[in-house]
């Protein structure tokens, strides 16, 4: 049964709860976020999005390397309830993390001087759009996801990790795999709330 | 025919040429609208996101307070190709406005005081993918859009004229209308120069 536009976005949610299996193909998860990459649209077509994919161990790094950046800096007392945290997401398949390339802003800027201020603001807007389209995109195949944002406390251990480009700034990490447990109610505040219309 | 959400990502486009027809009733632009108001996510669940959809001559009132907010800051020799830019927004059926609700945003900023620098960035990333969503929801039945940026010069007279709460604050303008143009070709850097995958 396909499931269309609408449907997608209700069906999205923070899954938690998950585990080092995937329905997919690791070559179907490329497949879907580049995909999202492409469609995704950014200010003056800039295509400012750069996105690292992380399976296996590399997955396993990456919140290894979170565990040890936060252990630097909560308490013993605290750090219990952390750890349980951080295992949760290393618990996954994968990670996708979404980074913005700041030598595609800064040049955007300097060709255009009288939008400078607003580069950075439309980086990130459009960066939250790949965000949603990819996690969307790998739940409706039956993955589970959330987006986590350790930045900047793990940036440079990513960026020396993985040769990451010094101008690809860090902006979110989203740990998937199967769910293992469904998401829990969600509150909604009343639309006429939200939403003012004028005709 | 049910369209797919990858298939909706595609499809999505910049519509520049516009009318003030609409191939659906008010009523479900309405309806289009306050469901990815309710279905984007947003930090902590905090559903920041206000909108405003303004139809016919409320929607003409927006481009008339754009053009004179420009008039006021464009050279006369240039002011003729911005006339005609605001003219093809106001050619069209409505507009929806995005907002974030600044008050939201300093509540969690006052109780979760470590994350108090991500809420606003957090705030911008989900306001993208709302206007993503309303875009391409909208563009899925028919109507043509383009998202622009006339805030912060039109913040005051937008506040005045719809008498909005002061701690909204203006992020995006999407006006839509029957498309009279299709979108031209749109280019693409290669995705292998985007997303690197380390298995």
């Known amino acids: 049964m396909t499931i269309d536009f609408r449907t997608a976005l209700e069906k999205r949610r923070s899954i938690y709860s998950i585990s080092k299996e995937s329905p997919i193909s690791d070559d179907k998860i490329i497949e879907i976020v580049n995909h999202s990459v492409k469609y995704t649209p950014s200010a003056f077509n800039s295509q400012s ?3 690292v994919i992380l399976f296996g161990e590399e997955h396993n790094k990456l919140w290894d390397i979170t565990m040890e950046a936060l252990r630097k800096i909560v308490s013993a007392e605290n750090f219990p309830q952390t750890e349980s945290k951080i295992n949760s997401f290393k618990a996954g398949y994968g ?22 201020d607003n ?4 980086s990130q807007q459009s960066s939250g759009m790949l965000q949603f389209n990819v996690w969307t995109s790998l739940e409706l195949e039956g993955l589970g996801a959330s987006l986590q944002h350790y930045n900047p406390l793990i940036d440079d251990d990513v960026r020396e990790q993985w040769k990451i480009p010094a101008h690809w700034r860090l902006v979110a990490q989203l740990p998937f795999g199967k769910p293992t447990e469904a998401a829990g109610d969600k509150n909604f505040i009343p639309v006429e709330d939200r939403v003012k219309v004028f005709r």
Chains 1, 2 share one sequence.
């Open 49 to 51: 999005a750069r996105v």
């Open 95 to 116: 990670s996708v993390l979404f980074f913005e390339d700041e030598s595609v802003i800064k040049g955007l800027q300097a060709q255009f001087s009288s939008y400078k």
């Open 119 to 122: 580069f950075p603001i439309w």
